[in-house]
């Protein structure tokens, strides 16, 4: 193995330091302490991961934590009217409304409907219009986090070659624009990608956000390439479950420059990522300076 690995789980811990700083001061200072609220309807195996964790990060960093979990038979109407509520909460300067959420729920409807100040998974459609057009937004947490690193890493971006493969909202899409925000050449792949081991061969900065268990093999890595891994998927191997990257770890890590882990990749630092949107919403908020380093 030849590739530095970048330790997300780190760097995350790093990006919480100075979220917990800085919510030190907002409360020694102004008095004020940022909130946020996660809403899970229903039961979904990685939202269930996701919130567990997220719910103890967001209290050792000092801030408030609002845990709404609602039935799987939970109503729109219902719904709206918690998120109305959590929109004009001023204890409240984040909500996250866990996704997938159960099919009689239109998702865009419920995303749209939160303000967008508050919208700190950034998938607000006023904040995807922000964002694609340069404007200061709420900036998606993964991408977000997987910027920082890639800036950690490589200092400046501009003029590499960038290939995301997968075109998610969530991911894949503001990726791409927060790669062309700092001046690289970006293709988005996807399935339908004709001859994706070639496109993905010509890339600086390789980000897979596919969901697909190690579908990107070493061979589709250019020597001395980035090489960010997005996905989490589980998998049975010799009779365990196994935490596995949408890249085939063993074999990329062979040529790439460096390479993101699963787990202890991007993971982690989404989870530090909003937390440091909850603290950007809230100084916001309140008309203070926004802190430095943890915005795209
Ligand atoms: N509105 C919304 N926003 C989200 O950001 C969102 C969501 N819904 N729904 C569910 C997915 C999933 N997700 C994860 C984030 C971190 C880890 C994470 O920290 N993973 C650890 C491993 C945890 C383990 O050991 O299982 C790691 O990669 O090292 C996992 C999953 C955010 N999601």
Redesign the pocket.
């Given at each position: 193995m030849s590739a530095t690995i970048i330790d997300?789980?780190a760097f995350a811990a790093g990006v919480r330091a100075q979220v917990a700083e800085q919510v030190a001061r907002l409360k020694e200072v102004h008095g004020i302490t940022p909130g946020l609220a996660v809403v899970l309807v229903g039961e979904?195996p990685?939202?269930e991961?996701?919130v567990r964790?997220k719910g103890k990060q967001t209290v050792e960093v000092g801030m408030n934590s609002f845990e709404h979990k609602l039935p799987a038979e939970t109503s729109e109407e219902e719904l709206l009217a918690l998120i109305d509520r959590l929109n004009k909460s001023p204890a409240v300067h984040g909500i996250?409304?866990?996704?997938?959420l159960p099919g009689h729920l239109n998702s865009d409807l419920v995303i749209n409907s939160i303000d967008p100040a508050k919208d700190v998974?950034g998938?607000h459609i006023s904040n995807v219009g922000l964002l694609g057009t340069g404007q200061k937004a709420m900036v998606p947490?993964?991408p977000l986090g997987c910027l920082m690193m890639l800036r950690d890493h490589l200092g400046s971006l501009s003029g590499l070659n960038a290939v995301v493969v997968g075109r998610s909202n969530?991911v894949g899409k503001p990726m791409a624009q927060l790669l062309l925000g700092d001046s690289c050449t970006v293709t988005i792949a996807h399935s339908r990608t004709k001859d994706l081991a070639a496109v993905c061969r010509g890339a600086d900065i390789l980000v897979a956000a596919v969901g697909r268990p190690e579908m990107i093999p070493g061979d589709w890595v250019k020597p001395g390439a980035t090489v960010i891994d997005v996905g989490?998927n589980r998998i049975e191997r010799d009779g365990k479950t196994k935490?596995v990257g949408d890249v085939d770890f063993a074999s990329a890590a062979a040529v790439a420059g460096a390479i993101t882990p699963?787990?202890?990749?991007?993971?982690?630092m989404?989870?530090a990522c909003?937390l440091a949107n909850t603290l950007t919403a809230c100084c916001r908020a309140n008309g203070l300076p926004e802190p430095e380093g943890l915005t795209a």
């Open positions: 997300g789980k979904d990685a939202s991961v996701y964790n996250l409304v866990q996704l997938p998974d998938f947490c993964t969530i989490i935490l699963v787990p202890g990749g991007v993971g982690p989404t989870i909003l």
